[in-house]
């Protein structure tokens, strides 16, 4: 095992805490992500404890730099931040898994083993928010009367036809399509149909 960290006190708690536990043998330390890529290349861990906020080279920059190099130990991100910024880009960039530092030993040791096989490892928090973000449609891009005004520009209506069967002025007829040719980051009303059936918000009839 190798670890990653720029604080030398964590350093040496997982050291010690890991050393102590059957199956486990510390290789050595790393204070940065550059060094924990060149330690690894050299000792050719199972598994790296790797810290995302770290000097020089931050952790995710590391995952994946020891992705592109073929390096086969298994990263196990250890770090105390559990939003999507920085746990979705660690498991895309190739780690098996996210735990906290405020996980329970046995949870740490659990973890350790489980990456050293190759299986996903998340802690609790984490897979909590992983699965709603699955389950959390994403944010409607137009909407409901943004989609009905571009429904009507399509089928070849000019804003002042748009406006009469909307029963909404032509002022807002033009409100609207600039806020949707923002949200498609479309030029004009052409581009913006042709976006629109592009993107599946505008379904081909018949």
Request: no cysteine; hydrophobic share 50%; net charge neutral.
């Amino acid at each position: 095992m190798l670890i990653a960290d720029d604080h030398p006190v964590v350093r040496d708690g997982l050291s010690s805490m890991f050393a102590s536990a059957p199956g486990f043998e510390v290789l050595g330390q790393a204070a940065d992500g550059a060094e924990a890529v060149r330690m690894a290349q050299a000792l050719t861990p199972d598994v790296i404890l790797m810290d995302l906020r770290m000097p020089v080279m931050d952790g995710l920059a590391a995952i994946s730099e020891l992705a592109r190099l073929g390096v086969a130990a298994r990263v196990l991100v250890l770090t105390t931040y559990d939003n999507d910024s920085h746990v979705l880009p660690a498991i895309e960039a190739g780690a098996t898994g996210y735990l906290l530092k405020d996980a329970p030993r046995e949870e740490l040791l659990r973890g350790a083993r489980a990456a050293a096989k190759g299986e996903t490892v998340l802690s609790p928090a984490v897979a909590t928010r992983l699965f709603h973000r699955v389950r959390t449609p994403p944010p409607q891009l137009l909407s409901q009367r943004e989609i009905e005004v571009l429904e009507l520009v399509a089928a070849g209506n000019t804003n002042r036809e748009v406006a009469s069967r909307l029963f909404i002025t032509e002022a807002t007829v033009k409100s609207h399509l600039l806020n949707i040719y923002a949200k498609l980051g479309v030029p004009d009303r052409a581009a913006a149909v042709a976006e629109a059936f592009n993107r599946r918000l505008l379904i081909p009839r018949g």
